[in-house]
């Protein structure tokens, strides 16, 4: 029925009066609804309408209506965002419907997760941080998720800002849950399903020795989490001085008369060959990254296309306009001052740039490439 022309017809109606025209339908739908690309004239970018499958009733209305007023009011980095609501008549039915964000990537069900787990610990630990943060998010304003699963846990590739970041979707609507739920559901299912997404059997083991993860509650768990995030960034940091790779961050150069770079730059310095896989930057104090990595750029010759091979003494190097920088930041929710490494995936590993202060103008102090005197600077503040 949804996919009926007549009904597609009355979708477009209901969209018209709001500014937003319909596409097209999408290749995936929920349990309980059906998706659709849509285009938003006001914005103009690409946003989703998630149409629900049930009819509106008396006591469902309610149950969807107090449901989207809490999703909308939700602001958060690791949440999808929802713009709207409403509902579409046919055939003297009405069913309700949300405009939610686009969001470009894969879910954790359509990712391999032995690829996955060979990504760098350090890089999947925060992604494991990132969906405690945004499964948080959601328990402040609806008590539990209740729909946790790798199909509803999306690893977003925001190719205009280029930075990678999880995105928390589709929360199991009240309507479905009548009775109350004995236990922590969600925890059960991070532990369940997440825990061996994100961590290798010996990573958990590891952790396992020090603390048994059954006695902890969901908000335990993520300060955990948190913490050897936190600790694992620091120590990643120090591993600038390893011997093979040697990262350099220079600071904003200008190559024309409108536009301004961050240059970085990687450097082999051992004996046998490194490959890069990526690169970006990666601030100390927020424990995320900006991956820079974006073909468009490459087809413009200001990166090195990747995976790269480097032999001893051989080079990768990447120009990252200033103003893609700005809204990497803006996404990312970094503000000046901060401290900032570059760093570079390898088939041994992640390397770091030594840690540069940003300051806004995109200003880094760093004694590598020019002499700067701090209490001077303080006293001119």
């Known amino acids: 029925m949804f996919r ?11 969209l018209d009066l709001i500014d937003y025209v319909y596409l097209e339908p999408m290749n995936k739908n929920g349990e309980w609804a059906e998706l659709y690309f849509i285009y938003s004239k006001e914005a103009k970018e690409i946003r989703v ?6 009819p509106l009733g008396r006591i469902n209305e309610e149950i969807y209506k107090s449901d989207a007023k ?66 948080n998010e959601f ?10 699963h790798t199909a509803n846990i999306m690893l977003s590739e925001e190719y205009e800002i280029e930075v990678r970041k999880i995105k928390i979707i589709d929360p199991g609507s009240s309507r479905y849950f009548y009775k109350p739920i004995e236990g922590d559901i969600d925890y059960y299912l991070v532990k369940k399903d997440f825990l061996n997404f994100y961590l290798r059997p010996e990573e958990i083991k590891a952790i396992s020795e020090n603390i048994d993860l059954n006695t902890l509650n969901f908000p335990k768990f993520k300060e955990l989490i948190d913490k050897l995030n936190v600790e694992e960034s620091e120590i990643s940091s120090k591993t600038m001085e390893k011997k093979n790779l040697d990262v350099t961050i220079y600071e904003p150069l200008v190559l024309d008369t409108n536009k301004q770079y961050i240059v970085i730059k990687a450097v082999n310095k051992g004996l046998r060959p490194i490959v890069i896989t990526n690169y970006g930057f990666r601030s ?40 893609k920088f700005e809204l990497s930041m803006k996404s990312t929710n970094w503000k000046f001052p901060f401290e900032l490494l570059a760093y570079f995936n390898t088939n041994d590993g992640t390397y770091y740039s030594k840690k540069y202060i940003l300051r806004e103008g995109l200003y880094l102090d760093a004694k590598l490439f020019r002499t700067v005197n701090h209490e001077k600077l303080e006293k001119n503040k």
Do not use: M, W
């Open 70 to 135: 809490k999703l909308i009011n939700i602001n958060h980095q690791n949440v999808v965002k929802i713009f709207d609501k409403g509902f579409i008549e046919y055939k003297e039915n009405k069913y309700f419907y949300l405009i939610l964000e686009y969001i470009r990537g894969k879910s954790l069900e359509e990712i391999d997760n032995s690829l996955f787990l060979e990504i760098p610990y350090n890089e999947r630990l925060n992604f494991f941080a990132q969906t405690l943060e945004g499964i």
């Open 49 to 54: 309408a998630k149409v629900y499958s049930e």
């Open 284 to 323: 100390v104090k927020y424990g995320t990254i900006i991956n820079i990595y974006n073909k468009k750029l490459v087809r413009k010759h200001l990166l090195d296309r990747l995976p790269k091979k480097l032999s001893d003494g051989e080079a990768c190097i990447a120009f990252y306009p200033k103003k």
């Open 4 to 14: 009926s022309k007549e009904f597609i017809n009355a979708i477009k109606t209901t």
């Open 139 to 148: 328990r402040k304003n609806f008590d539990l998720h209740r729909d946790l």
